[in-house]
């Protein structure tokens, strides 16, 4: 869709929060000029990234970064070139904190087990900027709601334990494993 016809379908909506999200959003074409477009209509704009590439100037409200820890790594049927361009990329430390500096944000993260907490955490210290508790969000990683459910217990305690909040998965939930939701 051009950003014309994108911004048609918005202008059907009585919503004023936009979420520009993918896969990564920031690598989009015309991403700042949609960014921009919802902006002059008056939307608030969050941009879920995972914080791999500059924002370069664009519109944007709310900056919901999702670091991609280990656990994202592509399975065994990717390609041994993918998987290490994945690890080459996933995490830039610096560009977290371009996004941090320049706009408010949040961090969010998919949380398999208790063992990510130790990545989460050297994460959040090699970002080396002083990241209040509140402004890091835990989600189950799963992609049905029976998987959620039965990682949450483990994820509401890591929560409870350091401040974090929890995020719930809800397009899963409500939609399932879907494009489009």
Known sequence: MTVSEIMREVEK?????CVLTGGEPMVAKDIHALAAALRKAGKHI???TAG???PGGIACDLASLSPK???SAPGERATKAWQERHEKLRLQ????REWMGKYPFQLKFVVMSEADIVEIQSLLSEIGSAIPPEKVL????GVTTEALRA????VLEICKKHGYRYCDRLHIALFGQ???T
């Open 93 to 96: 430390p610096g560009v977290i």
């Open 151 to 154: 990682r949450e217990p483990t």
């Open 69 to 71: 820890l280990k656990n």
């Open 178 to 180: 879907t494009r489009g």
């Open 46 to 48: 969050t941009i879920e």
């Open 138 to 141: 835990l989600m189950s990683e």
């Open 13 to 17: 909506h009585p919503a004023r929060h």
């Open 52 to 54: 791999t590439v500059p």
